[in-house]
């Protein structure tokens, strides 16, 4: 069974910067596409970037266009999340989730075969 692991999330402040970072642990397969997705409280989960395998291609979300950039490490399966100019707003749990298939639904949640348990990102005003 695999698991994604997230780590990097903290308490930061309003224009401060956070990377995140997640990789899979137990049996592993190449993941071909990895997002970022996040639940602020009393709020559904949704999508903040995903990233696929062989030409890199990237999809974000628009309201994080410009202060996040997602990337990965092939070889170690890993995927990155940096997050620069926080927002109060951005505040929520950040889950990794990764793919065996290939696709170009980064948003779908339903297109992802392994999820994360979350890392608390929370940005102070």
């Known amino acids: 069974q695999v698991q994604m692991v997230e780590s990097g999330g903290g308490l930061v402040q309003a224009g401060d910067a956070l990377r995140l970072s997640c990789t899979p642990s137990?049996?592993?397969?190449?993941?071909?596409?990895m997002g970022w997705f996040r639940q602020a409280p009393g709020k559904e989960r949704e999508f903040v970037a995903g990233?696929?395998?062989?030409?890199?291609?990237?999809d974000y979300a628009d309201f994080v266009k410009g202060r996040f950039t997602i990337s990965r490490d092939n070889a170690k399966n890993t995927v990155y999340l940096q997050m620069n100019s926080l927002k109060p707003d951005d505040t929520a749990v950040y889950y990794c989730?990764?793919?065996?298939?290939?696709?170009?639904?980064?948003?779908?949640?339903?297109?992802?075969?392994?999820w994360g348990q979350g890392t608390q990102v929370t940005v102070s005003s």
């Open positions: 989730a990764a793919s065996r298939s290939i696709t170009n639904a980064y948003a779908d949640h339903g297109a992802y075969d392994y």
């Open positions: 137990g049996r592993t397969f190449t993941l071909y596409t």
């Open positions: 990233i696929n395998y062989s030409v890199g291609r990237t």
